[in-house]
């Protein structure tokens, strides 16, 4: 009778863990699989209703399978050896966090309707992320779209 007494406390005690998650741990496992080239993953650490705004387009991918399909598969698609890693220090707030990166590899896929040049690749950009309960709930990122067309001869 005890231990069926305890199980709600522990219940308790692994959601509160759970939603203490910090943004630049969930960050840190966001990447991975990204680097792990695994979308499905990625799109994992997304909320239901993300918005994923790249400068680069101009508007944002709204919600979980939107943003994976049109912006995560088509980066890994196009760059399918892709490296993004964080640089520097992050700021990190209690919902948010910010970073520099470095996204690498080799295009050896269609980006943008865009055949392969089978060109290295590597630029750098900043990402602005928020997050409510362990989940990104918005990501922006920029990064200088110019040098990556010139990098990709385009």
């Known amino acids: 009778m005890k231990i069926f007494a305890m199980l709600p406390v522990l219940f308790m005690s692994c959601l509160a863990n759970a939603e203490m ?7 840190k496992d966001y990447m991975s699989a990204w680097n792990a080239h695994n979308a499905e993953k990625a799109a994992t650490y997304f909320s239901k209703d993300v918005q994923y705004y790249d400068v680069t387009v101009g508007k944002s991918e709204v919600g979980q399978l939107n943003a994976r399909d049109h912006v ?18 992050p700021i990190v707030g209690q919902d948010s966090i910010a970073f520099e990166w470095e996204f690498s590899g080799k295009n050896t896929g ?3 309707g865009t ?11 900043v990402s602005f992320v928020h997050l409510h309960h362990g989940k990104i709930t918005y990501q922006g990122d920029y990064y200088d779209a110019a040098n990556l067309n010139q990098q990709l001869g385009l």
């Open 21 to 27: 998650t910090s943004p630049q741990d969930v960050i």
């Open 110 to 112: 269609v980006w943008a």
């Open 115 to 125: 055949a392969p040049t089978n060109k290295d690749i590597s630029f750098k950009g």
């Open 72 to 89: 995560i598969k088509v980066f890994m698609d196009a760059v399918p050896n892709l490296k993004w890693k964080m640089i520097g220090q």
